[in-house]
């Protein structure tokens, strides 16, 4: 009798874990889409204090950095030291993104809901977000979460063009 009991409580236990970490997953994805939604918000709005906020430039130059340099390697340059921080910083910039709805590639009136990022976002872990391409698993922004922010910190060198809101779908005859 004992012994089913410990089984019994044993398997209790067990399923509160899994609740509360679970519940833990569904917490930090939601923080991260809200984290994200506001850098794309900042984007949006050109504001350039609040897009400063929300990356962290070191982190973001040192991944165009390597991302360029093996670009040059492919294409046979190889420049020591890679691209300058004045020249990664001209692509750090909130003009350099683009947000634009998926099925018509028209600029996005309004910056996506946490609830819209939530859709197209990959969480890594707690800490590691991802912003994926629609329909692909390329991860095109980066973010990293930091003393309770989340900040930008990787993101493709060339051609980055956000699409943020799914195809509608599609009527049936």
């Given at each position: 009798?004992?012994?089913?009991?410990?089984?019994?409580?044993?398997?209790?236990?067990?399923?509160?874990?899994?609740?509360?970490?679970?519940?833990?997953?569904?917490?930090?994805?939601?923080?991260?889409?809200?984290?994200?939604?506001?850098?794309?918000?900042?984007?949006?709005?050109?504001?350039?204090?609040?897009?400063?906020?929300?990356?962290?430039?070191?982190?973001?130059?040192?991944?165009?950095?390597?991302?360029?340099?093996?670009?040059?390697?492919?294409?046979?340059?190889?420049?020591?030291?890679?691209?300058?921080?004045?020249?990664?910083?001209?692509?750090?910039?909130?003009?350099?993104?683009?947000?634009?709805?998926?099925?018509?590639?028209?600029?996005?009136?309004?910056?996506?809901?946490?609830?819209?990022?939530?859709?197209?976002?990959?969480?890594?872990?707690?800490?590691?977000?991802?912003?994926?391409?629609?329909?692909?698993?390329?991860?095109?922004?980066?973010?990293?979460?930091?003393?309770?922010?989340?900040?930008?910190?990787?993101?493709?060198?060339?051609?980055?063009?956000?699409?943020?809101?799914?195809?509608?779908?599609k009527k049936r005859p």
């Amino acid at each position: 009798m004992v012994r089913r009991m410990l089984g019994r409580g044993l398997a209790v236990a067990l399923s509160a874990l899994a609740m509360v970490v679970g519940g833990c997953g569904v917490d930090a994805r939601a923080d991260a889409a809200n984290g994200i939604a506001t850098f794309l918000d900042a984007v949006r709005r050109g504001d350039q204090p609040a897009f400063e906020a929300a990356l962290d430039r070191p982190a973001l130059r040192s991944d165009l950095r390597d991302q360029l340099t093996a670009l040059g390697r492919a294409n046979g340059v190889d420049v020591n030291g890679g691209p300058s921080d004045f020249a990664l910083d001209r692509m750090i910039t909130p003009e350099a993104f683009r947000l634009v709805e998926a099925h018509t590639g028209q600029a996005l009136p309004m910056a996506p809901t946490a609830a819209q990022v939530a859709l197209s976002m990959a969480l890594r872990d707690p800490n590691h977000a991802c912003v994926q391409d629609l329909g692909k698993a390329r991860c095109l922004l980066s973010f990293a979460k930091q003393n309770g922010v989340w900040r930008l910190v990787g993101m493709p060198a060339t051609d980055l063009k956000v699409e943020m809101l799914p195809e509608p779908a599609k009527k049936r005859p």
